[in-house]
């Protein structure tokens, strides 16, 4: 009981360390977009372009998910899997709920930059779920 307590206890800190993730990774995101779209593979040069104003978020949302598992596995190491998820996918879920029905109906028009901020989350919960999950296998 202890354990699972702790562990929802940590899991509270994705908030604050997410966003100093996605930020390292936003920076990162942008110095890595350039090179990204110098490579001209036939299949993959439209999805690039298509996507090449939100590839830094999604960048930024990988490296933030990943950088948020990590510092939650080194500042718990015993933790409970399912506990340590509870808030990062109950506030990835709310944000995105946000994003396409709260925001509309306030007015909001849903964007390409919508789509990354929702990406980007998306993202970062799945890589921290597989970081922590590797993490509890091992």
């Known amino acids: 009981m202890k354990t699972k307590f702790i562990s929802l206890l940590v899991s ?5 360390l997410i966003f100093i ?3 390292i990774g936003n920076i990162i995101g942008s110095l890595l977009t350039p090179i990204i779209k110098t490579f001209d593979l036939l299949w993959i ?7 090449s ?4 978020m999604l960048i930024g949302g990988v490296i ?3 950088i948020c598992g990590f510092i939650i596995s080194k500042i718990y190491k015993s933790f409970n899997f399912f506990y340590v998820s509870i808030f990062p996918w109950s506030i990835t879920l709310l944000y995105v709920i946000a994003i396409f029905l709260i925001a509309p109906s306030y007015g909001q028009e849903i964007s390409m930059i919508s789509f990354g901020d929702a990406g ?6 799945i890589f921290f779920h597989i970081y922590l999950r590797d993490k509890e296998i091992n």
């Open 64 to 66: 933030g998910g990943l």
């Open 21 to 23: 993730g996605q930020f």
């Open 45 to 51: 040069s439209w999805i690039i372009n298509f996507i």
């Open 120 to 125: 980007a989350c998306l993202l970062s919960v």
């Open 53 to 56: 104003d939100i590839l830094f």
């Open 12 to 16: 509270i800190l994705y908030l604050p």
